[in-house]
């Protein structure tokens, strides 16, 4: 196998958490007696959550910084246990040799749906949105990762669903995988592109 090692994102990659995302966005506006689409929440998400919360401040004339912290507040308490782990992602992350990470710019909340799941055990390090790391699309997490742990750059492969991953994975000169998990093609240019962890299985050549 290429690959000794794997960056993975975590919403939309990992665990398909869109979807209740969506709905706390939704309840924080509800309670700004505002109503927004799920769909259009769910299309601008795939972008970045602070693109999101960002075009809604604007259309609703809403101050940003505290639309942030109303969502941050409330994403702390999101159901872990909807939240599911995208099928075939087990088989990858139990095929490599070296260390599975987790970079995300989620908050703390990422432990809870990892413990849910039983999957902390994958996983060497997490950094999440407090480590004190610029956020992707900046490459300080993964500069940060290939140094601690003397990684070969040859040797690690980036997997996220969105263009922020892709460009972390490109600004660190690492090869990626763009998984299209929710059917938005990407603009970032990536190593490969997949709709399903089979297909990238097969990629990697892993056996079953």
Do not use: Q
């Not at 665990?15 to 700004?32: H, N, W």
């Not at 109303?70 to 994403?75: G, R």
Request: hydrophobic share 35%.
């Amino acid at each position: 196998m290429k690959y000794k090692h794997i960056i993975w994102d975590f919403d939309g990659t990992l665990f398909d958490t869109y979807g209740e995302i969506s709905l706390v966005i939704t309840e924080v506006l509800k309670k700004k007696n505002i109503v927004e689409d799920n769909n259009y929440i769910s299309k601008n998400l795939h972008k970045s959550l602070t693109h999101t919360l960002k075009i809604l401040s604007k259309k609703y004339l809403l101050d940003y910084d505290i639309l942030v912290s109303d969502f941050m507040f409330a994403e702390e308490k999101m159901n872990v246990k909807k939240a599911m782990p995208f099928n075939g992602v087990e088989k990858i992350i139990k095929s490599i040799e070296g260390y599975n990470f987790i970079v995300t710019n989620r908050g703390e909340s990422v432990f809870r749906f990892l413990e849910d799941k039983d999957y902390l055990k994958f996983f060497e390090e997490i950094l999440y949105r407090d480590s004190g790391l610029e956020l992707k699309p900046s490459s300080a997490t993964v500069d940060y990762l290939v140094g601690k742990y003397n990684l070969n750059k040859s040797e690690t492969l980036f997997i996220g669903d969105r263009d922020i991953d892709i460009e972390c994975a490109n600004n660190s000169n690492i090869d990626s995988c763009y998984y299209d998990s929710h059917n938005i093609i990407n603009t970032a240019p990536c190593t490969y592109y997949v709709k399903d962890y089979k297909t990238l299985a097969e990629l990697l050549d892993i056996s079953k």
